[in-house]
Each structure stands twice: as structure tokens, then as C-alpha cells.
């Protein structure tokens, strides 16, 4: 059974850090990679990071780069996204998804089939 599982989010004051992590597990763990999306309140979704498969090329969102980074554990299939000097503006849900292809996008996510059940991450001002 193919899963995709997260973990970490939480509510930290601006400047502060978080880790999220994604797992992936069943008949996915092999040919999948992992990109990452936030759905702040009121907006709608939009990519934050990616990794095509192997690892040698990370893209980030503008709007993240520089603070967020992206980790990855092969072993258990996990890859963290760490998230450096947040702001209010980085308030949202947080999903990962696990996908075969890149269409190039990072905001599209119309091709994800596996998604996590989202962390709610919260940046007080």
C-alpha cells in the first residue's frame, strides 16, 4: 500500500526554525520523488521545493530560498524540508507529494496521484 507521511509543524515567533519530514512507503519508495507545497489561509496553493530524483537538483520557491533547505535520508525514504528565519508570510498548511515526473513547475501539482496529510505550520509575528 502506497503511503506518503508527515511530520513536524507547529506554531514558532518570526525568526524562528521548523523541520518538516516526509516518508514514503509501499510501492512508491523506489521511483517517486518528493516536492513540497503550502497552502497559506484565504490562498491558494503554491510549490515550495523540489527535488528531481537522485538529488543532484533542488529547486526552492523565491520566496524561500535562502531559509528553507531540503535534506534527505534515502534509507528510510524521508526527506526534511528545514525551515530557517520564518515569517508570518510562511503561515500554511504544508504537504508533501510524492510524483514521478516533474512537469517543471514547481507550483503545479495537478500530476501528484500520493500526497501527505499536511502540517500546519504557524509564524507569529
Known amino acids: 500500500q502506497a503511503r506518503v507521511a508527515q511530520s513536524g509543524g507547529g506554531s514558532v515567533p518570526a525568526g524562528g526554525s521548523l523541520r518538516l519530514s516526509c516518508t514514503l512507503s509501499?510501492?512508491?519508495?523506489?521511483?517517486?520523488?518528493i516536492s513540497w507545497f503550502r497552502q497559506p489561509p484565504g490562498q491558494d496553493r503554491e510549490g515550495v521545493a523540489v527535488?528531481?530524483?537522485?538529488?543532484?537538483?533542488?529547486y526552492y520557491a523565491d520566496s524561500v530560498k535562502g531559509r528553507f533547505t531540503i535534506s534527505q535520508d534515502r534509507a528510510g525514504k524521508t526527506e526534511y524540508l528545514q525551515m530557517k528565519r520564518l515569517e508570518p508570510e510562511d503561515t500554511a498548511l504544508y504537504y508533501c507529494?510524492?510524483?514521478?515526473?516533474?512537469?517543471?513547475?514547481?507550483?503545479?501539482?495537478?500530476?501528484?496521484?500520493?500526497w501527505g496529510q499536511g502540517a500546519q505550520v504557524t509564524v507569529s509575528s
Open positions: 507529494a510524492a510524483g514521478q515526473r516533474w512537469s517543471g513547475d514547481l507550483h503545479d501539482s495537478t500530476t501528484y496521484r500520493y
Open positions: 509501499g510501492n512508491i519508495i523506489n521511483e517517486y520523488y
Open positions: 527535488t528531481i530524483p537522485g538529488g543532484s537538483r533542488t
